[in-house]
């Protein structure tokens, strides 16, 4: 069974540049499109955007000035950069598979928080 | 941008049907995808492609999809049913809905 694990820093200043990576275990990174999707306190979700094992990605236009992901299929990984944050970023970030464009997310990280302050 | 709508809250008592709706423009022409978030866990897919169930789901959950409305049905509702419930639809990128809050009473 396929599972997925963020890790990064839990904490991000101010106007700095947020760098989580997914890491891909018991099944692989092929095949599969791969996405950042956050969850403010309290709030619901929202998608960040994908990337496919072959390196296309498709962001949130809303983010997609300050996002960069990035595939490393020889460590079964897959990266959010977000830069220039705010509070407004302050969320859990979960990683997620899905089989294609518009298919449901089938597999998903436990999420990770991070906190924006300074 | 696209956005989906569903209600804030829906209560229903143990063992009955409940029905939560997700509504976006010509939704029926998109595929949508339900979860389930409990409190404190990661979101499960439990409706894709309007109908289908994952493995693992238990078949008291169901979709449909048409026009501008989705809908999300438990069928004899358990308790461990209380959880957040998001719907999702592709419009050039993915888009999720507001959640709705189900209530076992």
């Known amino acids: 069974q396929v599972q997925l694990q963020e890790s990064g820093p839990g904490l991000v200043k101010p106007s700095e540049t947020l760098s989580l990576t997914c890491t891909v275990s018991s099944g692989s990174i092929s095949s599969y499109y791969w996405s950042w999707i956050r969850q403010p306190p309290g709030k619901g979700l929202e998608w960040i955007g994908y990337?496919?094992?072959?390196?296309?990605?498709n962001y949130n236009p809303s983010l997609k000035s300050r996002v960069t992901i990035s595939v490393d299929t020889s460590k079964n990984q897959f990266s959010l950069k977000l830069s220039s944050v705010t509070a407004a970023d302050t969320a859990v970030y979960y990683c997620a598979r899905h089989v294609a464009e518009s298919y449901g997310m089938d597999v998903w990280g436990q999420g990770t928080t991070v906190t924006v302050s300074s | 941008s696209y956005e989906l709508t569903q209600p804030p809250s829906v209560s229903v008592s143990p063992g009955q049907t409940a029905s939560i709706t997700c509504s976006g423009d010509?939704?029926?022409?998109?595929?949508a995808s339900w979860y389930q978030q409990r409190p404190g866990q990661s979101p499960v897919l439990v409706i894709y492609q309007d109908t289908k169930r994952p493995s693992g789901i238990p078949e008291r959950f169901s979709g449909s999809n048409s026009g501008n409305t989705a809908t999300l049905t438990i069928s004899g509702t358990q308790a461990m049913d209380e959880a957040d419930y998001y719907c999702?639809?592709?419009?050039?990128?993915?888009?999720f809905g507001t959640g709705t809050k189900v209530t076992v009473l």
């Open positions: 990337i496919y094992y072959s390196g296309n990605t």
């Open positions: 999702q639809a592709w419009d050039s990128g993915y888009v």
């Open positions: 010509k939704l029926g022409d998109k595929f």
